[in-house]
């Protein structure tokens, strides 16, 4: 059988989301994409497709998804219904990349106080994946081909999953969430062909470290992450996502393992 | 100076809160209570009050404040209000609890449904933590004499906090989440007077072990719970409640450690 996948990946107009999709359309496989963001627009979508056909030409963009993963109701709604146009049965490899995600407010928690937008964030960082793995996962264990597809759902973590930083408390926590739902999806579906992986793809030089260096206000955390903007110690997101699209592919990780960019 | 204790402790009308009231009502000390939960009542506020000073009669319950945990906008505003009315200069100890805490649905992540419900306990679970948490760290921060006062900030965690479980996914998940928190205020937090303690009360005879073999949706995780009532191996809540009390007194623990009931 030829192989041909399906990749969906959320946060896919930028940074590490596009990324993924390049690093994808670069394997030269047959490949299909579902893409979500937040505000695609017309122009937007077309610069995507002509970059990722310019790695490969037989990519294809099924679907575009404008969403605002922080209103459940939308995201159960939208979600559904992309799930319900979507034939599954002739891929031979279905990858889901639960890739968005906020940095909220960086400080430290004794200073914390947009209390409603910070909802609103974790909402968004911790419920919403929730929402889409479930229904994901509804859909593919329906198939009545489901043993011949191999899945794998990934979520972009971070080192902050499993290491607590100053200043990072609601990012920490939302991908400590994430980590861990992850690991539920992975001993409660113990198949050979579906996968969680929670993929930690290193400090990344993308619009989200711009965001960092502007909006820590913890004098030491943000002088961190200057200097690793300064001296090219940033990771490209590019190689990152190939490592990714690796591990992906080869199929060897551990059902529900948190693994990092730099690890061997 | 005398030693003279200010206990906050939320979900205390029943259950683990309750037992922590009283295990901290029977160490004999001078001990003062603020307690949270979500529907007090004149009848069982009076209840309480007498069972704490059956154990102390130097036990003081200062304010009781009913709260919805699952809305943000009032968790910040009742516990603003309540913090506003407490002069803590007087205190050696103030021992903040953060016990509450929903089950959610227990069922595999493939089956969760009702959304909007799970979005108010994840929020209960998750965010209104990091608002108490923000707010009491911001008050004591400023007293004057901060140095003087040994706090103590438990989150009342489990072993889902840290091993995923079938059927548990949105309770492993906010418990991983909370985790997190403490060990993020802990290292924003080096104080020797400001310590943060995940604390594991292990299964115990409660309320809350009902809702679990009644609600458990997941045939295996139900029989072991059922399995845990009828053979008698769930842990008495007070005992539990006990070792947390002297974990707190003696504060030795590491700050931001998640510590469980059947650690030696």
Chains 1, 2 share one sequence.
């Not at 002739?90 to 990858?95: A, G, I």
């Not at 408390?169 to 690991?183: H, N, P, S, T, V």
């Amino acid at each position: 059988m030829t192989e041909k996948v399906l990749a969906l990946v959320t946060g896919a107009s930028r940074g590490f989301g596009l990324s993924i999709c390049e690093e994808f359309s670069k394997t030269n496989k047959n490949i299909d994409f579902v893409l979500f963001a937040f505000s695609f627009n017309d122009e937007k979508i077309q610069k995507i497709t002509s970059d990722l056909k310019s790695f490969n030409p037989n990519v294809n963009i099924l679907h575009v998804v404008n969403i605002d993963m922080s209103v459940i109701s939308q995201v159960e709604k939208e979600f559904q219904s992309l799930l319900d146009k979507i034939n599954m049965d002739n891929y031979t490899d279905v990858v889901f990349v639960n890739n968005h995600g906020s940095l909220s407010t960086l400080d430290l928690v004794e200073n914390l106080s947009e209390f409603k937008q910070i909802e609103s964030d974790i909402t968004l960082n911790t419920t919403s994946i929730v929402v889409t793995s479930s229904l994901f996962l509804r859909k593919i264990k329906s198939l009545t081909n489901f043993k011949d597809i191999r899945f794998s759902l990934v979520n972009v973590s971070s080192l902050c999953a499993i290491k607590p930083f100053q200043s990072w408390g609601i990012y920490c926590c939302g991908k400590a969430f994430r980590d861990m739902l992850y690991q539920n999806i992975a001993v409660e579906n113990p198949f050979e062909n579906l996968k969680t992986l929670n993929y930690a793809p290193g400090p990344m030089d993308t619009d989200m470290q711009k965001e960092i260096r502007e909006k820590c206000t913890h004098g030491p955390t943000k002088q961190v992450f200057i200097d690793m903007k300064e001296g090219g110690r940033l990771v490209n997101p590019n190689t990152s996502a190939a490592k990714l699209v690796k591990l992906v592919f080869d199929y060897k990780f551990t059902s529900g393992a948190h693994l990092d960019f730099f690890d061997q």
